[in-house]
């Protein structure tokens, strides 16, 4: 990744505390510089290609919500290097983000291509919830390495479309079995300064598990160094994991409490982790009758017990 060297990495404490423990306080300095005020040409390309984007937003109890976003190849834009554009089709008819960004503008974004395993974080604010499209004034915007992703192919789907969105509190057997059956999740927290951010992390099904009733343990594969997500649950533990089941993005909400230990917890772990209490859950019908397709791991992805 190319260093700028005009602009000094801006990491908050939580990060700096995790790049500290791990010991990789210099590749995150190093690194930093990556993570820009403005849309560079790499993540314009991604963001102009992509169907697939995942919304960080606030829910009404302060807590990060995840939304899926499916937009045609060409229809998530740029405005120059300094905005994006979102066509509100993009978002499922059931799902509440344009009432969450009415009172709250902040949004995290996460564009991934599937099949290239390509993604891409931008943070930043909603212009005005009332527009189509959305224009978001971009705050931080990075590219992300593909090194663990399962590669997977977005095509149309001829099974039954989920008629409406439904919510509760109960996370039942079947929902934690779909969740440690997972290669692929997304991940909605937030940091101090008041920005969201949207992550992916991603292994063999199985990679998630749970520990305890209603406790699940995402293991912290060794990345960028620069610990956006871990940082930010160190200092503020209200997250949100989303998936994809069939024709709905399934969303769990609650807190985490982040781990770090000098012996891996399992087998082919580093011991950093964080165990995950769900407190509600939404499933909301996907925008589009599409779907993720196979599941060719990436030979970088640990093998855990």
Not at 39 to 53: N, Q, T, Y
Not at 67 to 93: D, I, K
Not at 196 to 205: E, F, H, K, V, Y
């Amino acid at each position: 990744m190319p260093r700028d060297n005009d602009r000094p990495a801006n990491f908050h404490p939580g990060e700096l505390d995790a790049q500290k423990r791990a010991g990789h306080t210099a590749e995150a300095e190093d690194l930093g510089p990556v993570v820009k005020p403005f849309l560079a040409e790499g993540g314009r390309s991604l963001v102009l290609c992509a169907r697939i984007a995942v919304a960080a937003t606030v829910g009404r109890d302060g807590s990060p919500v995840l939304s899926l976003l499916v937009a045609e190849a060409g229809e998530f834009g740029a405005l120059g290097a300094s905005g994006l554009t979102l066509p509100r089709s993009a978002v499922a008819p059931g799902d509440a983000l344009f009432d969450r960004l009415r009172w709250d503008r902040r949004i995290g974004l996460v564009f991934l291509d599937p099949h290239t395993r390509r993604r891409f974080r931008v943070n930043g604010e909603v212009v005005d919830s009332r527009h189509n499209p959305l224009e978001v004034s971009i705050l931080e915007a990075f590219p992300n390495c593909k090194k663990y992703l399962v590669r997977q192919q977005l095509v149309p789907s001829a099974r039954p479309a989920a008629t409406a969105a439904t919510q509760g509190r109960s996370i039942t057997r079947a929902d934690a079995a779909l969740l440690c059956r997972a290669s692929l999740v997304f991940v909605g927290s937030g940091n101090p300064g008041g920005q969201l951010d949207a992550a992916t992390r991603s292994g063999d099904p199985g990679f998630i598990r749970e520990v305890a009733p209603n406790t699940f343990e995402i293991p912290d594969f060794a990345g960028n160094a620069m610990y956006q997500t871990i940082g930010n649950l160190l200092l503020e533990p209200r997250v949100s994991v989303g998936f994809v089941c069939g024709q709905e993005f399934v969303v769990f909400t609650g807190s985490a409490t982040v781990h770090w230990k000098d012996e891996a917890e399992r087998a082919g772990g580093n011991g950093r982790f964080w165990r995950f209490t769900p407190l509600s859950w939404r499933r909301v019908p996907l925008p589009a009758p599409v779907e993720l397709s196979g599941g060719e791991r990436s030979r970088h992805t640990p093998v855990l017990d």
